[in-house]
């Protein structure tokens, strides 16, 4: 279930400590960043797994830090776990390790990834952040294009629809198929 990101106002949070580590969901945050800034998702021939728009987003907030005199580093699992949300116990073991020597945790992912880092990280002293906010819940068409480019056409939801009822896009009228 894709979510919808929006970036949140971190650094003057962060400013204050002397290293962060970012530590970034591999599939919402990096589909939402490349939709927002009309970018393809994925270019695997060129780039591998990353997302250019995401990685340079990161790029971003990282100047930012060392502009504060803050140490930053990224830090993502890629495969097998798509999700941060749904990391396993072992993949956490793997954050806590590399959260060791940073002050600060930043989150780029939703409240549930958030949770995991903060879970993984109990009892360091490590201060975990979330630097986006949640907007909804999306919906995108996926195109492969040259060289294996995919990119996103994201499809914002009108409008919530009654529970147990669907009746299309509009969510507004009722689809032939359901009409009496």
Known sequence: MPIFFEPAEV?????????????SCP????????IQQKS?????????????????????????LAGHGVRSEAFTLRLPVPMMCLWTARQRARILKRAQGFDAVLVLGCDSATYTAADALRGTGCKVFQGMEVKTITNA????????TVTLDWHPLPKTPKSGQFNGPDWG????STRR
């Open 11 to 23: 650094i003057g949070d962060l400013k204050e400590f002397r290293s962060v580590l970012i530590v």
């Open 27 to 34: 599939i919402c945050p990096p589909m939402c960043v490349s």
């Open 40 to 64: 393809p998702f994925l270019q695997p021939l060129k780039h591998g797994l990353k997302t250019p728009a995401f990685e340079d987003y990161i790029a971003s907030i990282r100047e930012a």
């Open 141 to 148: 068409t996926t195109a492969l294009g040259p060289s294996a």
């Open 173 to 176: 009228e009722k689809s032939q």
